[in-house]
C-alpha cells in the first residue's frame, strides 16, 4: 500500500483528468519515473505559465498522451523538483498533503509542504 507524507494511505489526487505518472489517480512513483510525480498540487494559472517559462508547457493538449491540457483547479501529480523549483521563485502551487506520495520526504520536509497545504 502506498502512503502518503501522513505515513497513511495515499488518497487519489484526481482522475478527470487522470493525473500520475501511471494515470491511475495517485501520486505514485517507481524507479524509471525520472521526474518523481509525487506531489499532488492544486495547479494555479501562475504555477502554469511559470512552468510553461521553464519549457514545460502543461496548458496544451497532448492527446496521444492522454494529457488533456490543464487549467487553473486542477489537480495534478508535479514533479517534486519542479515544484520545489516554483516554491524557490514563489510559483509554487497549492498542495494535497493526504495525497502527495511519502518519496516527497525525501526532497522537502514536511513543514515546507504543510505551509502550501490546501485548507480544507
Known amino acids: 500500500m502506498e502512503q502518503n507524507v501522513f505515513g497513511k ?43 510553461a517559462s521553464k519549457g514545460n508547457d502543461l496548458m496544451t493538449p497532448i492527446p496521444h498522451w492522454q494529457f488533456p491540457g490543464l487549467k487553473s483547479g486542477d489537480k495534478w501529480c508535479l514533479c517534486v523538483s519542479r515544484w520545489l523549483e516554483a516554491e524557490k521563485a514563489g510559483k509554487a502551487p497549492y ?19 504543510k505551509k502550501y497545504a490546501v485548507k480544507n
Not at 498542495?95 to 516527497?104: D, G, R, S, V
Request: aromatic share 10%.
Open 95 to 113: 498542495i494535497i498533503l493526504e495525497a502527495t506520495h511519502e518519496k516527497t520526504l525525501q526532497y522537502a520536509s514536511l513543514e515546507l509542504l
Open 9 to 51: 494511505p495515499l488518497f487519489s489526487c484526481c482522475t478527470n483528468p487522470a493525473t500520475g505518472y501511471f494515470r491511475d489517480g495517485l501520486c505514485r512513483t517507481l524507479s524509471q519515473d525520472t521526474g518523481t510525480h509525487t506531489v499532488c498540487a492544486l495547479v494555479s494559472q501562475e504555477f502554469l505559465d511559470y512552468s
